[in-house]
């Protein structure tokens, strides 16, 4: 009997027939997002449709709406204003990284990759790995910290090369 190839199946020799490993490639900054997908050596990057996710990009003025609160000096008569408790943007690209991170989970708990390359931007890195579970965790193969977003998917590629073959 002659092994059939089905959509999304190799035909291996002796007759044994293996499924694509399909590679994701992650490329994220604080505020954008895309999953490029590559379904072998030397097939490309082809992006996710959808995949492709952007945040707020609003600056602080924006995010912040009131004056900071002011208070007296604690050694004479003069008066400064108060430092906000916590980074209003820095916690909008958090929450932002945190869908992005929930996005893959679903989609990895659904089968739909086998391994994660995720290429991201040093602040952001750090931010999707904390946010990613134990579970697609364990599928990412290698990272860079570089922030490619806007680059084409061929440069994607070449960054890449010598972290995973594409």
Same mark, same amino acid.
């Given at each position: =009997?002659?092994?059939?190839?089905? /959509?999304?199946?190799?035909?291996? !020799?002796? &007759?044994?027939? =293996?499924?694509?490993?399909?590679?994701?490639?992650?490329?994220?900054?604080?505020?954008?997002?895309?999953?490029?997908?590559?379904?072998?050596?030397?097939?490309?990057?082809?992006?996710?449709?959808?995949?492709?996710?952007?945040? /707020?990009?609003?600056?602080?003025?924006?995010?912040? *709406?009131?004056?900071?609160? $002011?208070?007296?000096? *604690?050694?004479?008569?003069?008066?400064?204003?108060? !430092?906000?408790? *916590?980074?209003?943007? $820095?916690?909008?690209?958090?929450?932002?990284? $945190? &869908?992005?991170?929930?996005?893959?989970?679903?989609?990895?708990?659904? &089968?739909?990759?086998?391994?994660?390359?995720?290429?991201?931007?040093?602040?952001?890195?750090?931010?999707?790995?904390?946010?990613? *579970? /134990? !579970?697609?965790?364990?599928?990412?193969?290698?990272?860079?910290?570089?922030?490619?977003?806007?680059?084409?998917?061929?440069?994607?590629?070449?960054?890449?090369?010598?972290?995973?073959?594409?």
């Amino acid at each position: =009997m002659i092994p059939v190839a089905r /959509p999304g199946f190799n035909v291996v !020799q002796d &007759g044994f027939v =293996m499924r694509k490993t399909i590679t994701w490639v992650v490329v994220a900054n604080g505020t954008k997002a895309r999953v490029l997908e590559n379904t072998g050596p030397g097939r490309g990057l082809v992006e996710v449709e959808d995949g492709v996710f952007a945040g /707020p990009n609003r600056p602080d003025r924006e995010v912040v *709406s009131d004056r900071p609160g $002011r208070t007296f000096d *604690s050694h004479g008569v003069g008066r400064h204003a108060k !430092q906000p408790r *916590s980074d209003p943007a $820095r916690h909008e690209r958090h929450a932002f990284l $945190r &869908g992005v991170a929930d996005w893959l989970d679903k989609a990895c708990a659904e &089968g739909r990759c086998d391994r994660i390359v995720v290429v991201a931007a040093p602040h952001a890195l750090g931010g999707l790995r904390a946010e990613l *579970s /134990p !579970q697609t965790r364990a599928k990412v193969v290698g990272d860079l910290d570089k922030d490619l977003v806007a680059a084409p998917a061929a440069a994607i590629v070449d960054a890449l090369d010598g972290i995973v073959l594409l």
